[in-house]
């Protein structure tokens, strides 16, 4: 199956949400501007596990494609936004939405909302259609500070859990809280298959530039690798066989690109060597190192189009040696006679974690977004 056709259908589920929003009294206003623009990825990534945790197959966070977002016209709360989304294969598609960030009626809800909302009030303050009131409606969680380049912004969060057929599905949506306009989202939803194998499937949908965090093994918040970049962050792997992490970044081509990778020093440790598309990068030219005994930092500066940057280490989890306790010393023995070298044993090599192909990847993303896609119609449906 095609990833195009899979790729738009979790898509227009989060149009499907937010086309319900509701909200209540106090007037909205607008906090963006005529030619704002900002660009973002879509991605999915994912894993199949066995009942018993044990890893069956899983897909790295791979971006299916780029959208620039650019505000095109405003009248009083009314405002239009121009979506052109990129395919990597640089095909292109261009939509036209609409949405009243007073009432949350149109076509980009979600797009952008009210401005400068509070904790505890609605995401659109005076909700107005389909005869629906205040109650469920969704409500600002929390507004917290996310970076972006060299600054942090105040960003507005909301956080919604579905439950159906015990299978829980979470959906984050972050604005920005001065402009009301998108800063990402993600959604994570299971599904448990008749065997009792489990799948899971994430997807993310953020801001170019927004700090990024990845988790190398997927579906475990264990050792976060945080990316600070400039580019397009259009492919994260881990691969724990070769003890190498690798990230595929783009951007517009001729222009001055960075990473600022931050790796746990439990991860990944001891002599390391950096590539990109192939090639040996010189320490000190093309990078930098630093260690601050918990992390290393690698800062990391090329020209754009698009690369393919790897980190390989000489150590990674699990060879980590297991601790010892320390043992009381014992008296000195008498020297004995040096015996005779023995050749040395080839240490045992970690099992080569599987990956799923391109075609299984799409199959597990189909499952899950027919399982977000019934989460959202039974949500909608119990708010009429």
Not at 6 to 29: H, K, M, R, T, W
Not at 81 to 90: A, Y
Not at 316 to 335: G, K, L, Q, S, Y
Request: glycine share 8%; charged share 15%.
């Amino acid at each position: 199956m095609n990833r195009r056709i899979v790729l738009p259908l979790v898509f227009v589920l989060v149009v499907i949400l937010f086309s319900g929003v509701d909200s209540a009294s106090a007037e909205g206003n607008v906090g963006v501007t005529v030619g704002q623009t900002a660009k973002y990825t879509y991605a999915f990534s994912g894993t199949h596990r066995y009942d018993n945790g044990s890893l069956i197959s899983s897909m790295p966070f791979n971006v299916g494609y780029i959208e620039t977002i650019t505000i095109q016209e405003i009248s009083g709360t009314n405002i239009t936004v121009q979506c052109v989304r990129r395919q990597l294969d640089g095909t292109e598609e261009t939509n036209q939405w609409w949405v009243d960030v007073n009432t949350g009626n149109g076509t980009a809800g979600g797009v952008v909302i009210s401005p400068n909302r509070n904790a505890g009030e609605m995401v659109y303050p005076n909700w107005a259609g389909g005869g629906q009131d205040s109650e469920g409606a969704d409500i600002i969680n929390e507004t917290i500070l996310l970076k972006c380049g060299d600054t942090s912004i105040a960003v507005n969060h909301v956080n919604l859990t579905y439950t159906i057929d015990d299978q829980q599905s979470y959906w984050n949506y972050y604005w920005e809280k001065e402009t009301g306009l998108l800063i990402k989202y993600t959604i994570i939803g299971t599904e448990v298959e008749d065997d009792g194998s489990l799948r899971y499937l994430s997807y993310h949908f953020q801001r170019v530039g927004l700090q990024q965090v990845f988790y190398p093994l997927i579906d475990s918040a264990d050792y976060p690798v945080t990316v600070d970049s400039n580019s397009a962050i259009v492919g994260f792997e881990f691969n724990q066989t070769e003890r190498q992490l690798s990230l595929n970044v783009t951007g517009l081509t001729g222009t001055a690109g960075y990473c600022d990778v931050t790796v746990p020093s439990n991860l990944l440790w001891g002599t390391f060597s950096l590539n990109m598309d192939g090639y040996p990068l010189v320490e000190g030219t093309d990078y930098t190192q630093t260690n601050n005994r918990t992390h290393y930092i690698f800062h990391i500066a090329y020209i754009h189009s698009s690369h393919t940057i790897d980190i390989v280490a000489s150590g990674a989890i699990p060879d980590e040696p297991e601790p010892t306790e320390p043992t009381e010393p014992t008296e000195p023995t008498e020297p004995t006679e040096p015996t005779e070298p023995t050749e040395p044993t080839e240490p045992e090599q970690p099992a080569e974690t599987p990956f799923i192909t391109t075609e299984v990847a799409i199959i597990a993303a189909v499952a899950i977004a027919c399982f977000i896609g019934v989460v959202s119609f039974w949500a909608l449906r119990k708010r009429k």
